[in-house]
């Protein structure tokens, strides 16, 4: 089956960076992903990575290594706003349907 | 666009009660799937649809039903309530395979 692997918490403050790791176990690849929730929100898409290396969107970086089963999502810049949830997903056995980690709670402080 | 839409947004049940959360989505997508989320459990599949007329068990299926007569609408039952069910639900659409858009959730109560 697939199983997903993040911190539970990470803490930093306002304009520093922060890496968030996932590391994972799946029996069919199609790519990971990342979810943003804010407290009491839906998740929202971030970003996916389906090859290995670095992909930019704005703030937010997210990081493949296909070999090493792990991925990480770099936000840069920090802001308040950021303080949210973020889940890694990747994709069952049949690429049907997504799995999420438990989710890494970021606390951004001023 | 409405996107993906959930009702109801609260509900409280009493155990043995049954109910169906209803999802729909607007963006003629595939594949839809419902979650449940629960402090400190992320967000656990418990059924999913690849389309019209299919659907599967996720990782939590048990005392959940669905089904999928059409593209847009895809409910999720409970048979017989529990307080384990107690939970935030969420209904989820996918058309490109790399981007999922979530519904606003259900927040459940079992008495």
């Known amino acids: 089956g697939q199983s997903l692997e993040q911190p539970s918490e990470v803490t930093a403050v306002e304009g520093a960076i922060v890496q968030i790791n996932c590391t994972y176990q799946?029996?069919?690849?199609?790519?990971l992903s990342w979810y943003q929730q804010h407290d009491g929100g839906a998740p929202t898409f971030l970003s996916y990575?389906?090859?290995?290396g670095l992909e930019e969107t704005g703030r937010f970086s997210s990081f493949l290594s296909r070999s090493d089963s792990y991925g990480y999502l770099l936000l840069q810049e920090l802001q308040m706003k950021d303080s949210a949830s973020y889940f890694c997903?990747?994709?069952?056995?049949?690429?049907?349907?997504?799995?999420f980690g438990k989710g890494t709670t970021l606390s951004v402080s001023s | 666009n409405a996107g993906v839409t959930q009702t109801p947004k609260f509900q409280v049940l009493k155990t043995g009660q049954s109910m169906t959360l209803q999802c729909a989505q607007d963006?003629?997508?595939?594949?839809m799937s419902w979650y449940r989320q629960d402090p400190g459990m992320g967000l656990r599949l418990i059924h999913y649809s690849v389309g019209a007329g299919i659907t599967d068990q996720g990782e939590v299926p048990n005392g959940y039903n669905v089904s999928r007569s059409t593209t847009e609408d895809f409910p999720l039952r409970l048979l017989s309530a529990a307080p384990s069910q107690t939970s935030v639900y969420f209904c989820?659409?996918?058309?490109?395979?790399?981007?999922?858009?979530f519904g606003p959730g259900t927040r459940l109560t079992v008495l």
């Open positions: 989820a659409s996918r058309g490109k395979p790399n981007e999922q858009f």
């Open positions: 997903a990747v994709h069952n056995q049949a690429g049907t349907a997504l799995i």
């Open positions: 799946t029996s069919g690849f199609y790519g």
């Open positions: 963006m003629n997508h595939e594949y």
């Open positions: 990575n389906a090859l290995d």
